[in-house]
């Protein structure tokens, strides 16, 4: 779970640094240039210590480019505040195939907890993905800067952040129950 986490923190690098070189510089088209080259950059760097680059941060670097471009062309931040909703729904997508989550469960885990709870939670986070990026999409397009940058900074992340802590005493609690209800 942390691995996809980090993923996801990874592919949402440039829409963070986007916000935060705007707030200092004021500068959209600054914002989208530095945006662009974070995602060239993690990739690099991948290349460089010669880790394996996933077809996720293949297309999350296309999607800076093409929108990051696209907002330095029109001057307009909308493009790059659609970003993460396109991650957000490809995730989703991933997290339809039935048992994803089942290899990032933890061994006693994965022993104590039914293959359908597993599964559920796997949709669980699906779904919570289409969610965010239909509200990340509604807030980039109708929404101002301010606000968007808020969800993305704040509301985004809080939700996963709720998601795991509840999937987390979720878990805990049945594999706690399994383990009581063998010792008897």
Known sequence: MKQALWHLLNDFLSAILFLIVYAVSGSIRIAACIAVAAGVAQLAWLKFVSRRVEPMQWASLGLAVVLGGATILTQN????????????????AAML?????????????RQNVSEATMVAAGYAWAALMAALGLTNLVIALHFDLATWAWFVSVGAVGAKLAAVALQ?????????????????
């Open 77 to 92: 931040p909308r493009f790059v505040m659609v970003k993460p909703s396109l991650v957000h729904f490809v995730v989703a």
């Open 97 to 109: 195939k039935r048992g994803w989550m089942i290899r990032y469960i933890t061994p006693v885990a």
């Open 168 to 184: 987390y005493a979720v878990f805990r609690t049945i594999v706690r129950r399994r383990l009581a209800q063998s010792a008897t």
